[in-house]
Every structure is written in structure tokens, then in C-alpha cells.
């Protein structure tokens, strides 16, 4: 390995812990470019430039290997979001045909998550599955406790998130996030709203919202990000009852329009 190729390897080392599939979705090509970049295909120049613009990459010492590897010009901002692209899973499993495993954080564990998410003999212990149409991704499996997210995620329920490489601008408003921080002792599943850029804040909403406040949680104290992209429950509610009920409400109102009717 020589020249680009090599320095290519470098830029999956600095921004994606060596992780080959999270720079890929870093710069936006598959895996199996970079794969074949590190192996010794010449990217194309189209590719060396969404790495340069992407990464504020300087561009000369990514071809040439002159000067600094980061361009001059680089905002604080910029800066900042390149630290935290370093909090990339550091720490993954494979199966036999060396795809990402879908670790499971049990609730249990969740308390020591935050202090062993970025250590291998920590991560090794956690179990481990593959489930259909979850690619192209790291993942993580957590598991919810209490009703803050009812009814759209009841107690017991679990999750799966797909690891956020750039959350400061990538976090979506109202969709729903596994955060790993400092400030919360065991993460938190929540609907959030992004206004990191504006505000320096993260704002935290709980389905439940008559029952548990908004959380703030500073930009600063996060360590990972989650979008969860499927939830798995083994309660499955009775809608029958509720439908009743409903039928119920919905008879006696007509009936007593019909009895208006006849008194007017």
C-alpha cells in the first residue's frame, strides 16, 4: 500500500477508528469503495474531492502528500464536528461472513454502558444478532425501561439504532434517539429536537410528556448517537377493549343527538 491509497487508510483510521463501513457513510460511497481504495484502486477524482470537501481534507496532501492533512481554512465549527467523528464505535463483532453484528445492551447493563461503550472487552461480552434489512450501518440493540416513550415504546421494549457519524447537524427533529451521555447515568431513548448550532442545546421529549419534563442535554457531554430505526415488543396490547369502548362513546353520543332531536 502507497501513496493515496496509504493516505486513504490514514483518513479511515483519524475520522472512523479503521472502521471502513462508518467512513463510507462519512464521505457517502459504499463500503467496498474504500475497501478497494485501501487495497490499491485510484479513486476517482470525483470521489478525492467529496473526501477533501466532506473532511476539510487538504487537497494537495491527499493526492500529493504535501503540506498538512487538513486545509488551513478550517472553521471551529468544522473542527468541532471533526473531533467528534473520533467517537465513532471504536468496538464492534463480526459474524462469519464479516458483517456487523447488532450488539444488545440488556438494561441491566445499561448503567455500565457508558463507561465500557468504547471498551473491546466490554463490547465482546454483550450478545450479539443479525436481523433482516439493517445494513450499511453500525447498530446497537437497547433495551427501554419505564413508560417515558408510551405509548409509542412501552416498558421492556427494545431498540435498534443506527450509529449518527456527524449528530451535530445530522440529528433530525422529532425523530426518536438512543443518547449516550454524560449527564444521563444510563442513556436515554428520546424524540429530539436539534438545535445544537443554534442553541448549544439538544432537546429531549418524552412521548409521555404529561409525566416526564424535557430534558436539555449539552452537546458537550455526548459520547454517541443512535437513530432508532426498529423496535421490537413482546407485549402485544389487546385492541379490543379499546375499540369497544370507543363503539360505546360513539352510540351513546348519537343517541343522545337522537334524543335532542326529539325534545327540540
Not at 479511515?12 to 490499491?40: P, W
Not at 422529532?174 to 439538544?202: H, P, Q, V
Request: aromatic share 10%; net charge neutral.
Amino acid at each position: 500500500m502507497n501513496g493515496i491509497n496509504f493516505r486513504i487508510k490514514q483518513l479511515v483510521d483519524h475520522f472512523a477508528n479503521g472502521n471502513n463501513s462508518v467512513f463510507a457513510n462519512i464521505i457517502g460511497v459504499n463500503e467496498a469503495n474504500i475497501r478497494s481504495y485501501i487495497n490499491g484502486t485510484e479513486p476517482k477524482f470525483n470521489v478525492i474531492e467529496k473526501i477533501c470537501k466532506t473532511l476539510e481534507i487538504n487537497f494537495e496532501w491527499l493526492i500529493l502528500e504535501r503540506g498538512k492533512m487538513l486545509a488551513e481554512n478550517k472553521s471551529e465549527q468544522i473542527a468541532l464536528q471533526s473531533d467528534f467523528y473520533h467517537r465513532v464505535p471504536q468496538v464492534i463483532t463480526v459474524d462469519a461472513h464479516n458483517k456487523d453484528n447488532i450488539a444488545l445492551v440488556p438494561n441491566k447493563l445499561k448503567a455500565g454502558y457508558l463507561q465500557g461503550y468504547n471498551d473491546p472487552n466490554f463490547i465482546k461480552t454483550l450478545p450479539t444478532f443479525r436481523l433482516p434489512n439493517l445494513n450499511n450501518g453500525v447498530f446497537r440493540m437497547f433495551e427501554i425501561e419505564g413508560n417515558s416513550m408510551f405509548p409509542t415504546l412501552p416498558d421492556r421494549t427494545y431498540v435498534i439504532g443506527q450509529f449518527v457519524d456527524d449528530w451535530i447537524h445530522d440529528i433530525k427533529d422529532n425523530m426518536l434517539y438512543a443518547i449516550i451521555s454524560n449527564e444521563i447515568e444510563d442513556g436515554l431513548i428520546k424524540r429530539c429536537l436539534n438545535r445544537i448550532k443554534k442553541y448549544d442545546n439538544l432537546i429531549c421529549k418524552s412521548d409521555n410528556r404529561r409525566n416526564f419534563p424535557t430534558q436539555n442535554i449539552h452537546p458537550n457531554t455526548i459520547k454517541e448517537v443512535w437513530e432508532i430505526k426498529l423496535h421490537l415488543n413482546f407485549n402485544l396490547p389487546d385492541p379490543a377493549d379499546f375499540y369497544e369502548r370507543l363503539n360505546d362513546l360513539e352510540a351513546e353520543i348519537q343517541n343522545l343527538k337522537v334524543r335532542k332531536n326529539i325534545n327540540n
